[in-house]
């Protein structure tokens, strides 16, 4: 069984406070496992810095792009019950994508280019559809991204659909790892391949049977009283912060970003992945999905932008690491993980047979606590 050094992780609490103290993040609540057990869940600082109520254990986070993974797994058990293929294309679901243009820059000008091929399931669980997301570049297509509102959560994941589909693509489809949408789409392609809505689906196959009563994409008037809250100005820019509204109802379920949750919660979703699709002696997913879920499945596809660091690939959901050397954060290859915008992350690694998840909300600063996180778990392994 793994071991973790007690004195490395009482560090990891005391670097964790000492930025607490020193105004660059409100509180956190800070999760580490050894051999399936967890060996360190701790809540520092403060739950809401505007009413100065201390973080809590169950504090209710912004997940955000945590969501994909449950996601991504919610496709593959989908694929498991014989409801859909990864090799389907994404115009079989929603024939809005079926005549939508490649865009390329010539000159200064946006030209329509077809597509050489049709973007598949499988290219959005892997991000390379040819979809982008409106904040990863200021290209010609990001910047019609921008003006699409594509954040509108008052409409549905069809309807969502329907709008990014009258925008070009950014790449041809399976060329390109582009940190994108695809998720939010395959969110839509799942309620069509299964009947149910997105919110409904995950409830039925991960959310319920694991028992993550606190996740969802809307909130309990009881849940919603343990919101953790971001710092009402950001530390380093002095800009107002402004993250996604947690109580109210959305129409827009979006499945790569719009899931609320718990450390407890997101536990108990992480112990189904470390235990390869066993949860309390029940197998809900087959051991060799989750092992094809965390494999790389890029080779030879680029990525664009600095999200996946040298020495990493992407899987069905999560990132994976290719090999022990070349990234500037330690990890032990077959490492998987991913992180979301609000300032949230986790990892999962087979091989020291470790995992740990960082919950916190300072948008601003989520990189830096990321990897600052990374360093101080991987510090305790022994």
Excluded at 8 to 23: K, T
Aim: aromatic share 8%.
């Amino acid at each position: 069984m793994a071991r973790l050094n007690p004195a490395a992780l009482q560090r990891l609490s005391q670097v964790l406070q000492q930025h607490i103290d020193n105004g660059r993040i409100p509180g956190a609540v800070a999760l580490v496992a050894a051999g399936g057990e967890v060996q360190h869940f701790e809540a520092l600082g403060r739950r809401d810095p505007a009413s100065g109520q201390a973080m809590a254990p169950d504090a209710v986070f912004r997940i955000y792009s945590m969501t994909k993974p449950i996601v991504s797994l919610a496709a593959l058990m989908l694929a498991e019950a014989g409801q859909l293929q990864l090799v389907d294309t994404v115009a079989q679901y929603l024939p809005e994508f079926a005549e939508t243009p490649v865009g390329v820059e010539r000159d200064g000008v946006l030209l329509h280019e077809r597509p050489l091929r049709p973007a598949t399931v499988h290219d959005l669980l892997r991000h390379t559809a040819g979809l982008t997301y409106e904040f990863v570049g200021n290209g010609p297509v990001h910047r019609l991204y921008q003006g699409a509102d594509l954040a509108d959560r008052s409409r549905s994941n069809r309807a969502f659909c329907q709008a990014l589909a009258q925008l070009p693509l950014v790449a041809q489809p399976g060329t390109l790892w582009e940190y994108s949408r695809a998720t939010d789409v395959l969110g839509a392609v799942l309620e069509v391949a299964s009947g149910e809505p997105l919110g409904q689906l995950l409830q039925r196959l991960i959310l319920g049977p694991l028992g993550m009563a606190d996740t969802g994409f809307s909130l309990s008037p009881e849940a919603q009283a343990r919101i953790a809250e971001p710092f009402a100005h950001c530390p380093d820019s002095g800009q107002r912060v402004v993250m996604m509204d947690a109580t109210i109802v959305p129409a827009f379920e979006s499945g790569g970003g719009g899931l609320l949750s718990t450390a407890g919660d997101y536990l108990r979703f992480l112990q189904l992945l470390r235990n390869r699709g066993c949860f309390e002696g029940r197998r809900l997913v087959s051991r060799t999905t989750i092992d094809w879920m965390t494999a790389d499945h890029l080779g030879a596809i680029p990525p664009s932008g600095e999200l996946l660091t040298p020495g990493h690939g992407f899987g069905l959901g999560v990132a994976v690491r290719r090999g022990a050397g070349l990234a500037p954060q330690p990890g032990a290859p077959g490492m998987y993980f991913w992180s979301g915008i609000g300032g949230t992350s986790f990892f999962v690694d087979p091989q020291e047979d470790v995992f740990a998840m960082l919950l916190t909300q300072a948008p601003n600063q989520r990189i830096y606590f990321r990897n600052l996180f990374r360093h101080l778990v991987y510090a305790a392994v022994e």
